[in-house]
């Protein structure tokens, strides 16, 4: 009987409409933190950006690429360690989508994150536009996401569905349920490897895409700078991210933790029992 006994019980899945939950403060609290954390996000962010291209027109240096990777995967840092004991530390409509399918969020939970985060972002992207101005903010492209010359949409689309992928698979790891269980110290370090994910791929796909890996990133500066090429391509900001987040949960749930394999064992078993 002890042989056969198990160390660790995953927890149940969250219902996927929980009436009970509309009624509690608990969800709106946390949405508004969504809500700012992805305001922050985005004008700090798209802050560095203009002001690395203002500076390099200027003849001066500039973030550059490193620096513009690091400011992103910072305040990403800094926002999850701040948010994740509210409302998670989503700040993503894809990893809100991948929690969803994870069955870790309910579904009007995710809807309200989602709308949370664009509404943030967008929000985040005007004050962006009111730090530099106008005039500044339009010249130097609005911080938006779009397709670099000489990529095709393909690449673009493929870039950020990677890019969301090792972003995604690397929050489902640090935020695995069996880990924090067994080893203290995941909840606490968890924010930094999320941050540090967020800091490669910025590397590896501003080069190609300028970087969305999150919708509502994406979302907020095509609203507030409003390019034609910027609303032509945005479908690829979308896609790709949630591609890839559909992916990673696919492979973190039965390849890594052996859905698949506990599937399988069960109905063979189940067959023969009959």
């Not at 922050?40 to 490193?66: D, M, N, P």
């Not at 394999?261 to 067959?271: D, G």
């Amino acid at each position: 009987m002890a042989g056969s006994s198990k160390d660790y019980h995953d927890p149940p899945p969250t219902p996927l409409v929980d009436a009970g939950e509309l009624g509690k403060w608990s969800l709106y609290r946390a949405t508004i933190a969504e809500f700012t954390a992805t305001l922050l996000f985005v004008c700090i962010t798209v802050t560095t950006v203009i002001g690395h291209k203002r500076q390099s027109a200027e003849a001066c240096a500039g973030a550059g690429v490193l620096g513009i990777a690091w400011a992103f995967g910072g305040i990403i840092f800094v926002l999850v360690y701040c948010t994740a004991g509210i409302s998670g530390g989503h700040i993503n409509p894809a990893v809100t989508f991948a929690m969803l399918l994870a069955r870790r969020v309910s579904l009007p939970r995710a809807a309200l994150y989602m709308i949370a985060q664009c509404l943030g972002a967008m929000c985040g992207a005007g004050l962006a536009r009111a730090l530099h101005g106008g005039r500044q903010y339009a010249r130097h492209g609005g911080g938006a996401n779009e397709l670099v010359e000489g990529y095709s949409a393909g690449a673009g689309f493929a870039a950020e569905m990677v890019g969301t992928f090792v972003l995604v698979y690397t929050v489902l790891s640090a935020t695995d349920p069996k880990r924090k269980a067994r080893d203290s110290h995941v909840p606490v370090l968890a924010p930094l490897p999320i941050g540090l994910a967020v800091l490669v791929v910025h590397l590896a796909t501003i080069p190609i895409t300028g970087t969305g890996i999150n919708p509502a990133r994406s979302l907020g500066p095509a609203v507030v700078y409003n390019g034609s090429k910027a609303w032509k391509e945005q479908w690829m900001f979308w896609v790709g991210p949630f591609a890839g987040a559909g992916a990673a949960i696919l492979y973190h749930q039965y390849i890594l933790r052996g859905a698949a394999a506990k599937a399988f064992a069960s109905s063979y078993l189940a067959h023969f029992a009959s």
